[in-house]
């Protein structure tokens, strides 16, 4: 298994301080999760027919409307 070194933020220090929490596994376990999301995802857009063009027309769409919408409150 490959090795990965986590510099933990200022804010989380106390996470590294605790004695009762095992931060290798802590990662590890996130870092599962997140690759398990991820290959969730790429599974589900291996036969969508939607174009990269199309996506980040429908991306600016949304984008404009929020924004309008968040102007105007």
Do not use: C, H
């Not at 989380?12 to 009762?20: H, I, M, R």
């Not at 995802?41 to 199309?54: A, R, V, Y």
């Amino acid at each position: 298994m490959a090795e990965l070194y986590v510099k933990i933020p200022k804010d989380a220090e106390f996470l590294a301080k605790a004695s009762d929490i095992d931060l290798s596994l802590l990662v590890e376990r996130m870092l599962k999760e997140k690759m398990a999301r991820i290959r969730e995802i790429e599974k589900g857009l291996e036969n969508s027919k939607m174009t990269q063009d199309k996506a980040d027309r429908i991306a600016d769409k949304i984008n404009t409307d929020l924004a309008k919408r968040y102007l105007r409150d």
